[in-house]
């Protein structure tokens, strides 16, 4: 799976690992100009990199209201569409959906935050 950089935090880091040697007896030596060559070399290679297009992943959670429906912890977004699940031999169980309609987030969270929506829908019922 291909990962993704912030090409700033990329730039700060080479200029915080080759800095400039601040010795008066250095300011003219070689091994100074070097790294300084080095490091813009580096800085403009990032700058150069080509970029991707690349989207901010959300994570939410689905909040449950009295009304019967969700909020969004995202971007506030109320919704009624729940999704059935077949629940045993007993019959459906109506849980939130696993993203935001409106925003995207990504609302798949761990079986202790589902069963926690769960059981605030069956106190309100």
Not at 13 to 32: F, H, V
Not at 34 to 61: C, F, M, S, T
Not at 104 to 112: E, N
């Amino acid at each position: 799976m291909a990962e993704y950089i912030d090409r700033q935090k990329v730039i700060d880091i080479i200029n915080t690992t080759c800095p400039d040697l601040n010795i008066p007896e250095l300011n003219d030596s070689w091994a100074n100009k070097l790294i300084g060559v080095i490091r813009e070399a580096l800085v403009e290679l990032v700058k150069q990199a080509p970029a991707a297009d690349v989207k901010e992943n959300k994570h939410g959670h689905w909040t449950a209201t009295p009304t019967g429906d969700y909020r969004c912890s995202e971007c506030g977004y109320f919704t009624v569409d729940l999704v059935c699940v077949k629940d045993g031999e007993e019959g459906w169980t109506e849980i939130a959906p696993n993203y935001c309609s409106r925003c995207g987030a990504d609302m798949r969270k761990t079986c202790d935050d589902q069963e926690r929506l769960n059981n605030e829908r069956l106190d309100r019922e």
